[in-house]
């Protein structure tokens, strides 16, 4: 069995990037092998500083190159299932960043190919599972702690939005995060999906309506709702407050001390995600890297990928009529249960 992986990452934008400079500076059993990018200058300064890194513009080449034997896609999503039907039939551990593919449709091609492969190879980065507050509460949940659960409450603010981020992209880039969480912590599917839409901010670009109410339902009745407002301009803030038979619990929400001094008091708000969740990213990458060199995933599956592309449909159609809508899944097959 391989004792390091040599691995490619394909795609180095922002996403990519940093998980070169983790790859590269903080996981053990792994390296970086090539990056790939369409962008071959963008490529070349990733892998500066890097030994043995080659710089590539075409994902086919790495994937033939015979020192990777693992690869790392960070592209964004559209470019996903291409990627991914290749590194499946070089039967090499995957790690893809959300979504697994834009659509349910490609994303349970991707479930078959693997359950053809016999054996799972794909991890998929939702990477909150991998929160240190997150884990916490996902133990106090799974061991009874405080009887039953009974709501969850989210809130996922960022300070602004890129040029070009329309009102589907949302539910499909921001609020994707809070189906495979509620997933995560229920370890149940969710039902249906309905979205709100009130009061809009001045500050959402034409096009966009922000901020939008998101109603979940899961399985067993557990109720969650998800403020998702991306351009509430003090900082990036993800916070969920869950309600149980016998407290509450709190978790996210501002970071760092709490000062008070000189007349005044307060703390400190992430600006951005790779701040609020770098250390959550680090845990993800070593997880991945440390059972991939045993044969394994460590961590959401292809499955989670597919059923997550199934809630972020849910909830676009459901941005668009305001109606209760069903989420629609495939069965699930017997490799991911």
Aim: hydrophobic share 40%; with cysteine; net charge negative.
């Amino acid at each position: 069995m391989t004792k390091t992986l040599r691995i490619a990452v394909i795609g180095a934008g922002r996403m990519g990037a940093d998980h070169i400079q983790r790859l590269n500076t903080r996981i053990h059993g792994a390296e970086v092998a090539a990056v790939v990018d369409v962008d071959l200058a963008r490529a070349q300064a990733a892998i500066e500083g890097i030994p043995g890194a080659v710089a590539l513009a075409d994902a086919d080449e790495a994937l033939s190159n015979g020192d990777v034997n693992a690869v790392l896609i960070a592209t964004p999503g559209f470019l996903h299932e291409d990627i991914l039907l290749k590194a499946i039939a070089k039967d090499i551990p995957i790690l893809c960043e959300k979504p697994l593919t834009p659509d349910a449709e490609t994303s349970w091609k991707i479930v078959e190919a693997e359950q053809k492969l016999g054996h799972k190879r794909i991890q998929v980065g939702f990477m909150r599972r991998f929160d240190a507050e997150y884990a916490a509460l996902g133990k106090i949940i799974r061991n009874s702690e405080l009887g039953e659960l009974l709501m969850l409450h989210h809130q996922h603010r960022n300070p602004t939005t890129p040029a070009g981020f329309t009102n589907e992209m949302l539910i499909n880039d921001s609020v994707v995060h809070e189906f495979d969480a509620i997933r995560y912590f229920t370890g149940e599917e969710i039902t249906s999906v309905q979205v709100r839409l009130g009061k809009a901010t001045r500050n959402a670009p034409a096009g966009q309506h922000d901020p939008q109410h998101v109603l979940i339902e899961t399985e067993s009745g557990v109720l969650a709702d998800v403020e998702i407002y991306v351009n509430a301009k003090f900082g990036y803030e993800v916070a969920t407050q869950a309600s149980f038979e016998d407290g509450i619990v709190s978790i996210g929400g501002d970071q760092g001390p709490y000062t008070r001094s000189n007349g005044r008091w307060g703390g400190t708000i992430t600006p951005g995600f790779e701040e609020r969740f770098g250390a959550a990213y680090d845990v993800e990458i070593q997880s991945w890297v440390d059972a991939a060199l045993r044969g394994e995933i460590g961590g959401p599956t292809a499955w989670d990928g597919y059923a997550t592309a199934a809630c972020c449909e849910a909830g676009v159609e459901a941005q668009k009529n305001g109606e209760k809508v069903a989420v629609k899944l495939n069965a699930k097959p017997d490799l991911y249960r």
